[in-house]
């Protein structure tokens, strides 16, 4: 299984990155989220983290290795939650990221259908069962993508991780946790441990 990829982006298509490394040069499949972002980076070195699938039939004989390609985890862990739905498949789910996984997130976490269906590919059907199987998972990578997308260092998003994850085990559900975690965050303070992060959430409970 290849699960990241680094090297100097050659080209960067509609829905393909071209990474050179070493001697060789690796085509990889990306949505159009990351597309927007890699588009000013030509020439430099990046890395994706990425999913490894066989594309085709094999009955036929006809299957070719794919790499599907995202700029960091949560994300490539969100687009593998997305493709687990009925109806949606790898290529779908690709073609109808046109919009941050964080804003997708959201969709499905409050169950706007409507929202959904406007995404290329997926329909009232399908943004139905999307829902169905994904909304309870969805709190995590609205607040995580965010975080990533932003630029905070490992150390901050593992902060903001377990702050999350122990506002769940006091008895928020996952969707409070995230906007009460969303909430302290926004006043843009720095927060170097748990406790701190802790105390701004509920210091702007009380307020």
Do not use: W
Not at 85 to 97: E, F, N, P, Q, T
Not at 109 to 131: C, H, M, N, T, V
Not at 132 to 147: E, H, Q
Request: net charge neutral; aromatic share 6%.
């Amino acid at each position: 299984m290849i699960t990241k990829i680094s090297g100097k982006l050659v080209a960067v298509s509609d829905a393909i990155a071209t990474l050179a490394v070493d001697a060789f040069e690796y085509e990889v499949l990306i949505p159009e989220t990351t597309r927007r972002r890699l588009q000013t980076m030509l020439g430099e070195t990046v890395s994706l983290h990425t999913l490894h699938y066989l594309e085709g039939n094999p009955t036929q004989g006809r299957v070719v290795p794919r790499l599907v390609g995202f700029l960091n985890d949560v994300e490539r862990e969100f687009f593998e939650l997305f493709c687990s739905v009925d109806g949606v498949g790898v290529r779908k789910a690709l073609r109808s990221m046109v919009r941050p996984v964080k804003e997708i997130a959201v969709l499905i976490e409050e169950q706007d259908a409507k929202g959904l269906s406007a995404l290329p590919g997926i329909g009232p059907a399908i943004a139905e069962r999307i829902i169905a199987k994904l909304r309870r998972k969805m709190p995590k990578f609205a607040l995580l993508v965010g975080r990533e997308e932003s630029g905070a260092t490992e150390a901050e998003r593992s902060v903001v991780d377990e702050t999350f994850q122990i506002l769940c085990s006091l008895g928020h559900s996952e969707s409070d946790a995230r906007k009460l975690v969303d909430a302290a965050l926004a006043s843009k303070q720095k927060f170097k441990d748990v406790e701190s992060l802790l105390q701004a959430v509920y210091q702007q409970r009380r307020e």
